[in-house]
């Protein structure tokens, strides 16, 4: 277990819709990355936060958003859902500043799948 | 042209072989490699890393980095079953380093 918790697990939605995802990092941790991971694309890096303020983005769609908390939970909306947006969203957590330690590692919870209709 | 290239598999050898898992990438400016380990319907999780070129061993697993080929390999000797996984290789930079790459990830499955 990473210490990080992601919700809901599963999602089922029809296009055009709108779903909010959620992640609780691990005890301590103040970065939070969001990744989508797709079987053509691979593991993509979507938006990072630190300490509630976003500090690197990746090729995030506008069409997708996200915040951080006060108590350093995250959210991801996705709106606007078309059918490629089905994917496994992966929420990661780290200690630093830096995004990623020393040692490299990003702690990733379990994923939320995502299954737009 | 993706910066990190990995053959996705799958790739299937009998338990006790080596096996041998790599990437080749394209931006220079990587200094940090990495390679995760992702169980089915887990998370990825770190199983080594390596600052720049060089090798580095834990048990059974031997990471490899050869920046001037822009080339990275994971070997794993004395394979067992519950090393069936898949495999992703992850690298950045010092001024991206919030921003890990990752390969596509390859497949990986080892017959009792």
């Known amino acids: 277990d990473s210490g990080v918790t992601q919700t809901p697990k599963h999602l089922i939605t029809a296009t055009g819709q709108r779903v909010t995802l959620r992640c609780s990092p691990r005890?301590?941790?103040?970065?939070v990355y969001w990744y989508q991971q797709s079987l053509d694309q691979g593991l993509q890096f979507l938006i990072q936060?630190?300490?509630?303020?976003?500090?690197a983005k990746g090729n995030i769609l506008e069409r997708f958003s996200a915040q951080q908390f006060p108590d350093l939970h995250s959210e991801l909306n996705l709106s606007s859902l078309e059918l490629g947006d089905s994917a496994l969203y992966f929420c990661?957590?780290?200690?630093?500043?830096?995004?990623?330690?020393?040692?490299?590692?990003?702690?990733f919870g379990e994923g939320s799948r995502l299954t737009v209709l | 042209q993706k910066e990190v290239e990995q053959d996705p598999g799958p790739l299937s050898v009998p338990e006790g072989a080596i096996v041998s898992l790599n990437c080749t990438y394209s931006n220079s400016a990587f200094q940090y490699f990495m390679w995760y380990r992702q169980y089915s319907r887990k998370g990825p999780e770190l199983l080594m890393y390596?600052?720049?070129?060089g090798n580095k061993e834990d048990g059974r697993f031997t990471a490899q980095v050869d920046k001037s080929s822009k080339y990275i390999s994971l070997f794993i000797r004395d394979s067992q079953p519950s090393d069936s996984a898949t495999y992703l290789c992850a690298m950045n930079s010092i001024q991206g380093a919030q921003k890990l790459v990752f390969g596509q990830g390859t497949r990986l499955t080892i017959n009792p």
């Open positions: 990661a957590s780290s200690e630093g500043l830096a995004g990623v330690s020393n040692t490299g590692e990003l702690f």
């Open positions: 936060y630190y300490n509630g303020e976003e500090r």
């Open positions: 005890s301590g941790d103040l970065s």
């Open positions: 390596t600052y720049s070129s």
